[in-house]
């Protein structure tokens, strides 16, 4: 492949995650716009009564408020992360067997993205989907593209991906060319 043609498969390759994150980011944050507009703090509107609502919260911590207030903890954890996760993607990038991992990865990275933004814009994260049936924290769309991103990276290692596949994707080993 000529060094153009290298160029625009790389500009390719990467606009397209680029734009899935930019969209999947502009979803979490349009939809914390709507509930910071339409709620007051700790206001609660039932979707199905008893099992699920919309309840506005400020998290400056993380999943039922651990480590609350540790920001710039928070924002650093999650450069890092971003960090390895374009480091993943380009070493994987153009490989068709890892697809599912660059999808989780444009999630986790949209999530991480997502929440960072508020973290840096206003010192907390917006929650308010709850699932009032069980005990479980208030959150957000950038934290379901988090978990899910997560789930989805486990599965492929535990019963997908073998050692080799998991060497390649961290970048410690380089797949062998065919001639």
């Known amino acids: 492949m000529s060094n153009k043609s290298s160029e625009n498969f790389k500009l390719k390759i990467h606009f397209f995650p680029v734009l899935i994150i930019g969209l999947l980011t502009a979803l979490d944050q349009f939809t914390k716009f709507i509930v910071t507009s339409s709620f007051e703090l700790y206001e609660s509107k039932p979707v199905i009564k008893d099992v699920f609502s919309f309840t506005y919260i400020q998290n400056t911590g993380t999943a039922w408020g651990i480590l609350?207030?540790?920001t710039v903890m928070f924002l650093i954890l999650a450069t890092l992360i971003l960090i390895m996760c374009f480091y993943v993607y380009n070493n994987i990038e153009g490989n068709k067997r890892y697809t599912p991992v660059r999808i989780a990865i444009m999630f986790l990275a949209a999530g991480g993205i997502g929440n960072m933004i508020d973290r840096i814009k206003l010192?907390?994260?917006?929650?308010?989907?709850?699932?009032?049936?069980?005990?479980?924290?208030?959150?957000?769309?950038?934290?379901?593209?988090?978990?899910?991103?997560?789930?989805?990276?486990?599965?492929?290692?535990?019963?997908?991906?073998?050692?080799?596949?998991?060497?390649?994707?961290?970048g410690t080993k380089r797949e062998k060319k065919e001639k």
């Open 123 to 170: 010192g907390y994260v917006v929650d308010f989907l709850s699932f009032d049936l069980i005990d479980f924290p208030v959150f957000n769309v950038a934290d379901m593209y988090v978990v899910c991103s997560m789930i989805l990276i486990l599965i492929l290692i535990l019963f997908i991906y073998k050692d080799e596949d998991i060497d390649f994707i961290l």
């Open 68 to 70: 609350e207030g540790r």
